[in-house]
């Protein structure tokens, strides 16, 4: 039987409150709650609380844990409020899965709903995908993004894992255990009882801390979820309909102006796309933004009406006999940085007729992250006999804004470079 099927079998199950199942782990008891299924849910918090499936865990660590997030009702308050940019998509996408949506609380664990974490463990983004596990499961992690930090991709990556740990381990609270401590783990411990002669379900296992610790820790998030009133929690409003949308670039674009156009704060615009390294969305990644629903619409028309270049990234043509060290001291840029934008060897020692990315330098990105889209930043090329000063006096400007905003430390200035004029 396929997965998806078993996992819509036990859903219809438990929310029809009458089960036929008889084998259960010790220690664990099946959800079987009666639910009014003649309406719709009222929000995303009633979407997985209907799609409850594994069975309720039931030990003294549940309870330990279940009583130290009730007594933090606002570190768990702060969890539920980062989750709202995320959930609608996470639970849509584990309901089309036909999986139970206990997955969707499973960041609640990982990463405390932040797509930076990151762990000692080298460990990153909402899933907490470990490098390894991340290029197994198809997420880039270049110098210029790590998908392990794109809610959606790492959100699909997860769902594959748990659906592939749970048809390898047949059982949710081991392919949890799994997730955290690793599958050849999880089947050497199973492999130890059964020629020991003991139980081989998840709290009879001997495991780290850390792994014993993990399924009660998501029994108690979901405990307080099920109910959050008797728990004296107030969950934040996450509406049952999509919270952003995705829209596909064909242009590069910093992420300064990306928010810009979008007429969103940086940080809020980072927290839906963390996961580009540099500071610039680049079209040969093929990439797809992240927006607020409601801010598409805004984005689409700062961006028709925008005068300039998007992205301060400047493409270079090396001539014959320029070195890579020479272009880095040119642009300001330092040598590593340039060798690793361009994807360079260290030993590769002609770039003639190679065309450069050259990254911006501190004081663009800043004075960019402080423009307002309102005013936004326009973009000039220089021509012949164009002076600092003859700019200046055209746009309205000062000499030492313009240096400032392009991180000249000079006056002079070369024919066709690009000089970004404040707003």
């Known amino acids: 039987m396929k997965l998806s099927r078993w996992a819509g079998l036990v859903m219809v199950i438990a929310v029809a409150g009458c089960s036929t199942i008889d084998q259960r782990e010790p220690g664990a008891e099946l959800t079987t709650r009666s639910i009014d299924l003649t309406r719709e849910p009222i929000d995303v918090w009633d979407r997985i609380r209907r799609g409850f499936a594994v069975p309720n865990l039931n030990s003294d660590l549940v309870d330990k844990w279940t009583a130290y997030y009730a007594a933090h009702p606002k570190s768990l308050q702060r969890m539920a409020d980062r989750s709202g940019k995320y959930l ?173 156009l979008a007429e969103m704060p940086l940080e809020e615009f980072k927290e839906l796309n963390p996961s580009y390294n540099q500071g610039v969305i680049l079209a040969d990644l093929q990439p797809e933004i992240l927006l607020p629903r409601e801010k598409l619409a805004t984005y689409l028309a700062n961006l028709a009406q925008y005068q300039g270049d998007l992205s301060s990234w400047e493409k270079y043509l090396a001539s014959d006999g320029e070195s890579l060290s020479a272009i880095a001291s040119q642009f300001n840029v330092p040598l590593e940085t340039l060798r690793r934008a361009n994807d360079l060897k260290r030993n590769q020692s002609s770039i003639a007729g190679t065309q450069l990315l050259i990254i911006p330098g501190p004081t663009v990105i800043e004075s960019i992250a402080a423009a307002d889209v309102r005013s936004p930043v326009r973009v000039y090329r220089v021509k012949r006999g164009d002076t600092l000063s003859s700019i200046a006096r055209r746009n309205q400007t000062s000499v030492a804004s313009l240096q400032s905003f392009n991180n000249l430390k000079s006056t002079r200035l070369r024919v066709g470079q690009r000089l970004r004029i404040p707003g």
């Open 88 to 260: 609608y998509y996470i639970v849509d996408e584990i309901n089309r899965r036909g999986l139970p949506t206990e997955l969707a609380l499973l960041p609640f664990v990982e990463s405390a709903y932040n797509p930076n974490a990151y762990s000692r463990a080298h460990a990153s983004g909402l899933w907490q995908f470990i490098p390894s596990t991340g290029t197994a499961f198809e997420l880039e992690q270049t110098w210029w993004r790590d998908q392990r930090r794109d809610p959606v991709a790492s959100t699909n990556s997860a769902l594959d894992y748990l659906e592939y740990l749970f048809e390898y381990q047949g059982d949710w609270f081991l392919a949890f255990a799994s997730y955290n401590w690793g599958e050849g783990s999880v089947k050497r411990a199973i492999a130890k009882n059964e020629a020991a002669g003991k139980p081989t379900d998840y709290l009879s296992l001997r495991m780290p801390s850390e792994t014993a610790n993990y399924v009660p820790k998501l029994q108690a998030i979901k405990n307080i979820i099920a109910d959050p009133e008797r728990y004296a929690v107030i969950l934040p409003i996450v509406d049952n309909e999509p919270y952003f949308v995705t829209l596909k670039k064909d242009q590069d674009i910093d992420v300064v102006i990306a928010a810009q």
